[in-house]
C-alpha cells in the first residue's frame, strides 16, 4: 500500500468485529518502535492487554461508557512516557517545554504505530478520557511514567465516512 493511501485509509473506529492477533500486535509495537526520539532516548512505552478478562475489567473500571462501547471487542494499549528523560539535561529541562518533548515523542511514537496498524489491516482509536489511576493500578505502571492514552486495535466492523479537513489555510502559514 502507498504510504499516502495508508494514511487516507486510517480512520479513528468506533466499533470493532475482533481484536488483533498477539503476533501481529507485536508486529505493530516494533514497527512503532522505529518512531524518532529526543536523543533516541525512546521514553516511549505501551501496555499492551489481550487477556479477555483484563480487557473487560479495565474497560469497565477505567473508560467511560463512549468509550468502553467504542472499544468493544478490540485489543487495548496503553501509552506512557518516562517523565524527566526526554527534554531534560542534567536533570533539568533543556526549555520551557520540559516533559511536554516526552508527550511530543509518544505522539510520535502512537502516530507510527496506528500506521503500522493500518498497514497491517488493523485499525484503531485513540482515547484520552481514561481514569489513569484506575489504569495505573491495574497494569502496575510506575509513578515515573506519564499516562496518556489508551489505543484500540482491531479489525473494523464497519467503514466510517471521510471525516472534513480545515482548509489548509486555516492551519499553516507560509512566508
Same mark, same amino acid.
Given at each position: 500500500m502507498e504510504f499516502k493511501e495508508l /494514511? !487516507? +485509509?486510517? @480512520?479513528?473506529?468506533?466499533?470493532? *468485529?475482533? *481484536? /488483533?492477533?498477539?503476533?501481529?500486535?507485536? *508486529?505493530?509495537? @516494533?514497527?512503532?518502535?522505529? %518512531?524518532p526520539s529526543w536523543k533516541n532516548q525512546q521514553a516511549?512505552? !505501551?501496555? %499492551?492487554? +489481550?487477556?479477555? +478478562?483484563l480487557l473487560e475489567d479495565l474497560r469497565s473500571c477505567a473508560l467511560p461508557v463512549f468509550n468502553r462501547n467504542s472499544s468493544a471487542n478490540a485489543a487495548l494499549i496503553v501509552t506512557t512516557f518516562v517523565? =524527566?528523560?526526554?527534554?531534560?539535561s542534567g536533570g533539568e &529541562?533543556? $526549555? +520551557?517545554v520540559a516533559n511536554g518533548w516526552g508527550a511530543y515523542d509518544l505522539g510520535l511514537h502512537s502516530a507510527y504505530l496506528i500506521l503500522a496498524a493500518r498497514s497491517l489491516g488493523y485499525d484503531t482509536l485513540i482515547m484520552g478520557i481514561?481514569? %489513569?489511576?484506575?489504569?495505573r493500578e491495574k497494569l502496575s505502571i510506575p509513578d515515573n511514567e506519564e499516562i496518556m492514552s489508551v489505543i *484500540?486495535?482491531?479489525?473494523?466492523?464497519? =467503514? &466510517?465516512?471521510?471525516? &472534513?479537513?480545515? =482548509?489548509? $489555510?486555516e492551519v499553516v502559514r507560509f512566508f
Open positions: /494514511i !487516507c +485509509e486510517r @480512520r479513528s473506529i468506533r466499533g470493532y *468485529a475482533s *481484536a /488483533i492477533g498477539h503476533d501481529d500486535l507485536v *508486529a505493530v509495537l @516494533r514497527m512503532a518502535q522505529q %518512531a516511549s512505552r !505501551c501496555y %499492551a492487554v +489481550e487477556t479477555p +478478562e517523565k =524527566d528523560e526526554v527534554g531534560f &529541562p533543556v $526549555n +520551557e481514561r481514569d %489513569a489511576d484506575v489504569i *484500540a486495535i482491531g479489525k473494523r466492523s464497519a =467503514d &466510517p465516512s471521510v471525516r &472534513p479537513r480545515k =482548509d489548509l $489555510n
